[in-house]
């Protein structure tokens, strides 16, 4: 019964085996490997950009602070929700990745409204050389908080980034999910809504380790080619990397995790919900925010269940509500899921 997070999921067994199959023989390094040409042919023809550069490094991190870094001057500031992994859980990485420019965040929750971005982004580039000017917008999807932006709520963001001619980047970490979850195509969701590059994840969705990054207009192509390997993340033996996203693109299997994932927190949700714990978000995707009395949350950790809690610690009163974070991902067995909810009723009911 493991919820912590989809990053602490299996690789895919088709993953693997691309991976056995890469490890034969030689392969020319730094992405000139033929499984490259595959991935990059393979992603333009997903999200029907012929001319998109496309690249690969190892972790979100690194995908979200090098794409920010080439979009994004020393001096300006990247726009974003305060909750955006950006802002949250990368350790400044987009700061210094890009030589200092600051992240200015958006009030609000989890998904940035039109006005209050208008506000932000009119607040700055005010002051001269005292202040910074105005940079990218980064738009998280899915959210930390496991809510989806709809299409309408992305135009709405990236005709506002327009206005003031600022670029959109998106962190697609769960890019799948979201993608599944609206029923829409790449396209549909990112440079056809004015999206200019996007980190296509890959490691929380049956990966071992590798994410994409897709830069729409190619002109921004060279600049982060040195970006990544003054970054230390261009790496030599890159065929590993190719095999990982090659096997991912083929048959559609990053759908397919995607689907399994949502379909999973999907019926945790309902039974959460069906058990009496208050759901704190909408449960777009494979993400479940639910409050329970911390009683409850001791009986189903002492059953083997993992997961954190998310907005306080397990130790307190004991009827006191707790909200807490459940992650599926592809490989969660339905039987896990249901006996998590046996347990839980059961706790309820006593």
């Known amino acids: 019964m493991f919820f912590a997070s989809d990053n602490a999921g299996p690789v895919h067994p088709k993953v693997m085996a691309a991976l056995h199959e890469a490890n034969t023989g030689h392969a020319l390094p730094y ?3 033929e499984l ?22 190892a972790t979100g991190t690194a995908a979200n602070a090098l794409a920010l870094a080439t979009m994004c001057k020393p001096w300006q500031t990247v726009f974003c929700s305060p909750v955006a992994h950006i802002q949250e859980d990368e350790c400044n990485a987009p700061e210094f990745y890009s030589g200092g420019a600051k992240l200015t965040l958006v009030p609000g929750g989890d998904r940035m409204c039109p006005e209050a971005l208008r506000s932000a ?35 709405a963001l990236t005709e506002i980034a327009q206005e003031f001619q600022l670029p959109v980047h998106m962190d697609g ?7 599944v979850k609206l029923d829409c195509t790449l396209a549909q969701m990112t440079w056809k809504l004015g999206v200019d590059a996007v980190s296509f994840g890959g490691t929380k969705n049956g990966l071992m380790g590798v994410e994409a990054v897709i830069f729409f207009d190619p002109a921004k192509a060279q600049e982060f080619e040195y970006r990544r390997k003054r970054g230390a993340h261009l790496f030599s033996k890159h065929r590993y990397l190719s095999a ?33 714990a208050e ?33 306080g610690d397990f130790n307190g009163p004991a009827d006191e509500m707790l909200g807490a974070r459940l992650v599926c991902d592809w490989s969660l067995d339905t039987a896990d899921i249901n006996r998590f909810l046996d347990i839980l009723q059961t706790s309820v009911s006593e």
């Not at 005292?130 to 980064?138: I, L, N």
């Not at 996203?245 to 689907?259: K, P, S, T, V």
Request: proline content about 5%.
């Open 36 to 57: 490259m040409d595959e991935v990059r042919q393979r992603l333009r023809d997903l999200f029907e950009a012929p001319d998109a550069a496309v690249y690969l490094v």
């Open 121 to 155: 982004i009119k607040a700055e580039e005010n002051r001269g050389v005292h202040g910074p000017q105005r940079g990218p917008v980064s738009i998280t999807q899915v959210t930390e908080s496991g809510t989806v932006y709809d299409l309408d709520e992305l135009r």
């Open 244 to 276: 990982q996203m090659a096997a991912y693109l083929r048959d559609d299997l990053w759908r397919e995790c995607a689907l399994k994932a949502n379909a999973n927190a999907r019926r945790l949700a309902q039974g959460l919900e069906q058990a009496g």
């Open 31 to 33: 992405g000139d490997d």
């Open 173 to 179: 970490a769960r890019i799948a999910n979201a993608v």
């Open 279 to 311: 759901i704190l978000h909408r449960p777009d995707a494979n993400m479940v925010f639910a409050a329970l009395p911390r009683r409850i949350h001791h009986r189903l950790l002492a059953a083997g269940a993992q997961y954190y809690p998310w907005t």
